[in-house]
């Protein structure tokens, strides 16, 4: 039965049944959990030969002792093997200490205190300053920026990548719009991966934006894939470099999904000119990263034959979890009009959206069932969801076991709360 088919009566009834199903879950006692984006134990165990595979040897290549300060933009094996990963080339990419998040929020600070293109260019010597936010998006990146009194504008992302009309009419626009976040590959929280069309407008938003405008391109996801059919994501920085905006990125991978959260390696990729504004300012502020779990990880993913095998083994364990519960989405919803969700080939999300004004209240009716959801509005600037719609599901902490029932609890407060919702309309 489709839902806005449903007579009255019918949908009392409807609200009886799935009354007493919730209340039956309340009083199981469950405490389960769907907000945690982390790789599950299994996952992590994939990596343990990390430990040890240095096996005494703390010299690189080139004969560094890895154990001592220097090599501040990190070293020449491990630059190779994360600029094959990300398409660039070796001289293109700083590495850094252990995830990618501390360099995004370095990198702001360092455009907006010192400038990327010397002192003039510091972005706070040019009144306010505005990011745009493709949303649904992912909150640390809004969160960071709120921190540092950057100006959030949400604009919308499609099937395709953020709406480029409403980009490029923003920027044109407003010169205070000094950058851009975008999760390109299996984005956080919809798994969308940017069309190629997405991806060459992007490259061209330095020739129309205002002076000194990045677009922070946060690679989380590029390996992280699901399927073989993935879809691929065209090279940004190649089509920067064929546009003359080469300046106007900064993109940014780490290993934290790949092998060890928060015990991986960070690193970004950009131009000369920024490579060496955000050395000269990390010069400031460290000694040098740490050059052991780089070769570590050099020594342990080795080249991307080895990454992709490495990738494929993380696939086996997460593609279940996310069958679990889009199996039952589809199943339990397949043929009603109360939600829709997205099927991501990778990364670490699905994306549901309710009937407006419903997500808080879900949300709310889970908790007090025993599961965990990510807060609403989580993804969006300002924890603010205009349509109060969108929930995050993150599938690859909990068992198979507590998975499948989290997502039954889910699926009955999501019917529940639309049920009540079109009774009282
Ligand atoms: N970027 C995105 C889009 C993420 O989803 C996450 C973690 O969930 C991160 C960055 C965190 O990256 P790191 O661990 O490298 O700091």
């Not at 890895?66 to 990963?85: H, I, S, T, V």
């Not at 894939?225 to 080469?246: I, M, S």
Request: with cysteine.
């Amino acid at each position: 039965m489709r839902l806005s088919q449903a007579a009255p009566e019918q949908l009392r009834e409807l609200e009886k049944s799935l009354s007493e199903q919730y209340l039956a879950f309340q009083t199981a006692g469950l405490n389960l959990d769907l907000t945690r984006g982390k790789p599950s134990a299994e996952q992590l165990s994939l990596s343990n030969a990390l430990d040890g595979i240095l096996n005494g040897n703390y010299s690189d290549g080139s004969g560094t002792d890895l154990r001592n300060y220097g090599g501040l933009d990190g070293l020449p094996e491990a630059k190779q093997l994360f600029a094959d990963m990300l398409g660039v080339q070796a001289q293109d990419i700083l590495v850094g200490g252990n995830g990618s998040l501390p360099m995004m929020y370095f990198s702001l600070q360092t455009a907006l205190s010192q400038g990327l293109a010397g002192k003039d260019s510091a972005w706070s010597l040019q009144g306010p300053v505005k990011f745009l936010a493709p949303v649904p998006g992912y909150d640390r990146h809004f969160t960071a920026s709120q921190h540092l009194g950057i100006e959030l504008i949400p604009v919308a992302m499609n099937e395709h990548g953020p709406d480029m009309d409403q980009v490029e009419a923003l920027v044109k626009s407003d010169p205070s719009i000094k950058g851009i976040w975008c999760v390109p590959r299996f984005s956080n929280p919809t798994g969308i991966v940017y069309s190629d069309d997405v991806v060459n407008r992007m490259a061209k938003l330095g020739h129309i934006a205002g002076d000194h405008f990045r677009i922070f391109w946060d690679n989380a996801y590029a390996v992280h894939v699901l399927d073989d059919q993935a879809p691929v994501l065209a090279n940004l920085y190649e089509a920067c470099k064929n546009a003359g905006t080469e300046d106007s990125v900064l993109i940014f991978g780490s290993t934290s999904k790949i092998t060890f959260a928060g015990a991986g390696v960070g690193f970004m990729a950009a131009s000369a000119s920024n490579l060496s504004a955000l050395k000269d300012a990390l010069g400031y502020s460290t000694i040098g990263p740490d050059k052991v779990n780089q070769y570590r990880h050099v020594k342990f993913l080795k080249d991307q034959a080895t990454l992709t095998k490495h990738m494929q083994k993380h696939a086996a364990i997460m593609k279940p979890r996310f069958d679990a519960v889009l199996q039952q989405l589809k199943s339990e919803l397949g043929d009603d009009d109360i939600a829709s969700w997205t099927e991501p080939q990778g990364g670490y999300f699905i994306s549901v959206d309710t009937r407006p004004g419903l997500a808080k209240q879900v949300i709310q009716l889970a908790a007090e069932a025993g599961v965990k959801l990510t807060p609403a509005g989580a993804p969006f600037p300002y924890g603010k969801d205009p349509q109060d719609s969108n929930i995050r599901i993150a599938p690859s902490f909990p068992t198979i076991n507590d998975l499948e029932k989290a997502t039954e609890v889910f699926i009955t407060c999501l019917k529940l709360a639309t049920v009540r919702q079109a009774l009282a309309s």
